[in-house]
């Protein structure tokens, strides 16, 4: 069973930088795509930036130019480097993972969260 979990969250002050790793875990996997998205307080869960396999990326319009997404594929692991941050970037973010199993099964899975806090 694969499963993911989020670090690194926290408050920071507005126009600061903060960082967050997500490492997945199990056997007899293989991820096609990891990324994080997120929920703020009285909204729906949205994308934030995705990064697949061939290390191509994909970014809100929110974030694009201040975020940057990275992936360690023999790690399993996905970050997210958070620079100038803003309140509205005030959430819970989720990890979430795609791939599929050795027996070619499909999978998705989300993390727990971690919050994110901007003080303006």
């Known amino acids: 069973q694969v499963q993911v979990v989020e670090s690194g969250g926290g408050l920071v002050q507005a126009g600061r930088s903060l960082s967050l790793s997500c490492a997945a875990s199990?056997?007899?996997?293989?991820?096609?795509?990891m990324g994080w998205y997120r929920q703020a307080p009285g909204k729906t869960r949205e994308l934030v930036a995705t990064?697949?396999?061939?290390?191509?990326?994909n970014y809100s319009d929110s974030v694009k130019g201040r975020f940057a997404i990275s992936r360690d594929r023999r790690e399993n692991t996905v970050y997210l480097h958070m620079n100038s941050l803003k309140f509205e970037d005030t959430a819970v973010y989720y990890c979430n993972a795609r791939g599929y199993t050795d027996d070619y099964r499909s999978f998705e899975v989300w993390g727990q969260g971690t919050v994110v806090t901007v003080s303006s």
């Open positions: 990064i697949t396999n061939g290390q191509g990326t």
């Open positions: 199990g056997s007899g996997f293989t991820i096609n795509t």
